[in-house]
């Protein structure tokens, strides 16, 4: 999942460090104990896809479930779930943009009905637009939602910080907290073009951000078309 996830140029990256979010979640095991449905939403770069990856895997390896992370392909699934999931064993399904591919997931809840009680649990997330529509589809169901919000600046530095991007240097370091504003994918984004740049002064907003990383996606698009 988190490899097909990265062959999207436009998309920043999973396979960096997990950290921070820790209530989050402690939060998150404790609503999935509760009900078997888990929404999880918020505004589109607060890290809603590595939590919840996070949170699923973490639930699997307390519980001994299988986990399996379900994307948006655009095709449907049914014939696969039938042949994947089985009935004698217990499962955390990953179902990331559930809003992108309503009727997958309407045929994923259809499972719970021929299953013992907690021996599946589903974890969705749908940025914050979607929120309605998403709890619609899922309205026969008991579940619970759980909103991922920004993260704090300390988080910030601490994700840029980190082994995966080593962005050490305080001019560096605040620049990219002041154009984050605690959106973990710009600071990614900035992070990443710090480090190819290796100039951060020069980029001073988030258009000058969103340029630079996909410039090079914006250079195939005119050789295609050329």
């Known amino acids: 999942f988190i490899a097909n996830y990265e062959k999207n140029r436009i998309s920043t990256p999973l396979s960096n460090f997990f950290l921070g979010r820790e209530k989050e979640i402690e939060n998150g095991l404790n609503l999935l104990n509760i009900n078997d449905i888990l929404i999880v939403h918020g505004a589109s770069g607060t890290g809603k896809s590595k939590f919840a990856i996070e949170l699923a895997k973490n639930y699997s390896d307390k519980n001994d479930f299988t986990f399996l992370c379900i994307g948006n392909k655009g095709i449907p699934i049914w014939d696969d779930l039938k042949s994947i ?3 004698d064993k217990n499962y955390v399904l990953l179902v990331d943009d559930a809003n992108r591919l309503a009727k997958n997931f309407q ?5 719970f009905e021929n299953r013992a009680s907690s021996s599946l649990k589903v974890v969705v997330t749908v940025r914050d637009y979607a929120f309605q529509q998403v709890k619609s589809i899922a309205g026969n169901y008991q579940y619970s939602t759980l909103e991922v919000n920004v993260f704090t600046n300390d988080e910030i530095k601490d994700i840029i910080q980190s082994d995966d991007f080593k962005i050490n240097e305080p001019s560096y370091v605040d620049r990219i907290i002041k154009i984050a504003q605690g959106n973990a994918r710009l600071a990614i984004m900035s992070a990443k ?14 258009s000058q951000i969103y340029d630079e990383y996909f410039e090079p996606l914006f250079e195939e698009v005119k050789l295609l078309k050329a």
Request: hydrophobic fraction near 55%; glycine fraction near 0%.
């Open 85 to 87: 999931i089985r009935n």
């Open 107 to 111: 045929w994923i809840l259809s499972l």
């Open 193 to 206: 073009v710090a480090i190819k740049a290796k100039n951060i002064d020069e980029l001073n907003d988030v």
